[in-house]
């Protein structure tokens, strides 16, 4: 489940017009360079996840974006812990999943956050605990008791940023 308040989704007119400005400074050469770099250091990061014992990705990403859960532990307190450590993961729901999304940027951090995230499952597998906060809403609106409910909660939510106080 997925709310915006505006049309074009979490994209905003600057951003969509910053990538536009960015395209041009690099050319097809630069671009192509950056491309490269983001899809090795996205298989880095499939190919780590998929090696800790307890994760995996969810399907077989073609691209930079791919989501991850775990088969042996509640993934959304993984997403908490990782939070702790610094790392921004987006939840999913219908399975419970993290989503990654790999730019330039994620080239130098890779070992750290697969070092992180094995830290992270160990500890869990260690210690086991129930997540805090948003995560669990997130399971909570995965397990209502009539899905009926989730559309109007997620309307109210959006009505809810465009009302005047």
Do not use: C
């Not at 219908?94 to 989503?99: C, K, M, S």
């Not at 997620?154 to 940023?161: P, T």
């Amino acid at each position: 489940l997925y709310g915006s308040p505006t049309f074009a989704g979490s994209r905003a007119g600057a951003a969509i017009a910053g990538a536009w400005a960015v395209i041009n400074y690099l050319g097809i050469e630069g671009y192509m360079k950056k491309a490269e770099i983001i899809m090795k250091t996205a298989r880095k990061f499939i190919d780590g996840i998929n090696s800790i014992k307890g994760l995996e990705v969810l399907g077989k990403p073609d691209a930079s974006i791919f989501s991850f859960h775990s088969t042996k532990f509640d993934t959304y307190m993984i997403g908490q812990e990782m939070a702790k450590k610094e790392w921004s993961l987006d939840n999913l729901q219908l399975p419970p999943g993290l989503h990654l999304m790999v730019t330039p940027a994620h080239e130098n951090v890779v070992e750290k956050f697969l070092e992180d995230l094995k830290e992270v499952v160990n500890d869990l597998k260690n210690n086991p605990r129930e997540p805090e906060g948003m995560a669990a809403m997130y399971g909570a609106m995965a397990s209502l008791p009539d899905p009926s409910m989730v559309v109007p909660f997620v309307e109210n939510f959006l009505d809810s940023l465009t009302q005047p106080e």
